[in-house]
Nanobody, 127 residues
Framework: QVQLVESGGGLVQAGGSLRLSCTASGRTSRTYAMGWFRQAPGKEREFVAGIGWIGIGGTYYADSVKGRFTISRDDAKNTLALQMNSLKPEDTAVYYC???????????????????WGQGTQVTVSS
């Protein structure tokens, strides 16, 4: 089973950018659909962005981040990235990297379809 570790969170002013990374170990990540979720204080965890495994591809975004965030993967390096631009205070949350079971081809935006989770990285956007 793959293990996931996020990095790249921090404090940024509104309008700024951050790039989150997620490194997978234990198994090659190319057979897993992967995604980013976030959880703000007092709120439920929500889908941010997802990307299909190498055999399917495709990228998916929550409406709240579409046009501002970009998800990408480098399977040669077993990494997943989330480039976040034009950040807003409402983007403040703990961001989690997650992976589905291998060869998953269903809905990527549903949290229950993700089987492996990282520990999370804090993103704080000041106004």
């Amino acid at each position: 089973q793959v293990q996931l570790v996020e990095s790249g969170g921090g404090l940024v002013q509104a309008g700024g950018s951050l790039r989150l990374s997620c490194t997978a170990s234990g198994r090659t990540s190319r057979t897993y659909a992967m995604g980013w979720f976030r959880q703000a204080p007092g709120k439920e965890r929500e889908f941010v962005a997802g990307i299909g495994w190498i055999g399917i591809g495709g990228t998916y975004y929550a409406d709240s981040v579409k046009g501002r965030f970009t998800i990408s993967r480098d399977d040669a390096k077993n990494t997943l990235a989330l480039q976040m631009n034009s950040l807003k205070p409402e983007d403040t949350a703990v961001y989690y990297c997650a992976a589905t079971a291998p060869y998953y081809s269903g809905t990527i935006s549903s949290m229950e379809n993700f089987k492996v989770w990282g520990q999370g990285t804090q993103v704080t956007v000041s106004s």
